[in-house]
């Protein structure tokens, strides 16, 4: 295993610079100007160039680049132009806010999407299942940041069941984990409904398949109940394409927090990243974009590896 995750690792190094290339160029070629908006009213061409100067703009675009470059090889993503502090520091207070919201959304999607599956599949063409196949294309539809305004204006503005952003409340001085676990229901409910419908239709398909195979019927033969039949060999063995979609969720997850944090204003990567672009911060901005691609690089090994682990007859070796 440890020979297939450095071959792993190994490989994924051109496409991390790929990605920095690509992601490098576009910046840079987007409308605006950062040293415009830094310096605002006091903009001034002797200072303008003076700030170029110093945050190193005024080099050519590839020399920009192999600096940067140089840099992030070293561990150090730069500082932030408008906050001033290095990017490293910055991703490290947002990261955790975005993993916690990421995850428990995914833990609970996951979990009634087995669920709702199941029973869509064990029901077919039943009211239930034309019902929940509605529901799922509804949710699937709506865009993220439209959910969380709608959760938003009725479970807090109508409602006041829940705060409407933040982390904790402010006001608190000594904030505990039900103050944070009540400021994170309204973002968690919402990426958790817009990622459920997705999850929840694959679920069908693989256990709709999963039913109509041999070992299924044999174990039905021989008087097993009808829930030992369903959990000991239809669900498990339908919950494998569930850890596949898991990794390959991972960067759909990311992008559905930057808005959702946005709308629930979440100090998390996606709120970093989103006033990030409207001050053309490219060190925040670059080092976000790596460090989600290396996230999602990661998660992608992590599938593989959850995949061997539950299904004996796949190994890492086969996989590579």
Excluded at 64 to 81: E, F, R
Excluded at 98 to 126: D, H, K, P, R, W
Excluded at 146 to 152: K, Y
């Amino acid at each position: 295993m440890l020979s297939y995750i450095v071959r792993r690792i190994l490989q994924a190094i051109p496409s991390l610079i790929g990605i920095s290339i690509i992601t490098f160029i576009l910046l840079h070629i987007v409308p605006g100007n950062p040293v415009r908006i830094l310096l605002g009213q006091h903009y001034t061409p002797q200072r303008a160039a003076a700030l170029a100067q110093s945050l190193g703009l005024n080099k050519p675009l590839y020399m920009q680049y192999l600096i940067w470059l140089w840099n992030i090889l070293h561990g150090n993503l730069g500082y932030s132009y408008n906050y001033t502090e290095p990017v490293t520091y910055l991703i490290g207070h947002a990261l955790p806010n975005t993993l916690s919201l990421v995850l428990i959304a995914t833990i609970f999607a996951q979990l009634f999407a087995m669920l709702i599956g199941t029973v869509q599949a064990y029901f077919e063409n039943s009211i239930a299942d034309h019902i929940i196949t509605v529901l799922n294309y509804f949710f699937y539809s709506m865009p993220s940041f439209w959910l969380g305004i709608l959760m938003v204006m009725f479970f807090s503005i109508q409602l006041h069941w829940f705060p409407s952003g933040g982390v904790v409340n402010p006001q608190d001085p000594n904030p505990g984990f039900w103050d944070w676990l009540h400021h994170l229901v309204l973002p968690a409910a919402t990426l958790t409904l817009v990622t459920l419908a997705g999850y929840s239709r694959y679920m069908r398909s693989s256990v709709r398949e999963t039913l109509l195979m041999d070992y299924v019927r044999t174990a039905r033969a021989k008087g097993l109940r009808e829930s030992q039949v369903l959990w000991r060999h239809v669900l498990r063995n339908s919950i494998l394409p569930q850890i596949t979609l898991f990794g390959l969720s991972f960067p759909a997850l990311f992008a559905g927090a930057l808005f959702i944090e946005e709308i629930f204003n979440y100090p998390g990567m996606g709120l970093l990243y989103w006033n990030a672009v409207g001050t053309l911060d490219y060190p925040v901005l670059l080092g976000v974009t790596m460090f989600l691609g290396a996230l999602t690089i990661i998660g992608n090994l992590l599938a593989d590896i959850l995949y061997s682990l539950v299904d004996p007859r796949i190994s890492l070796e086969s996989m590579s």
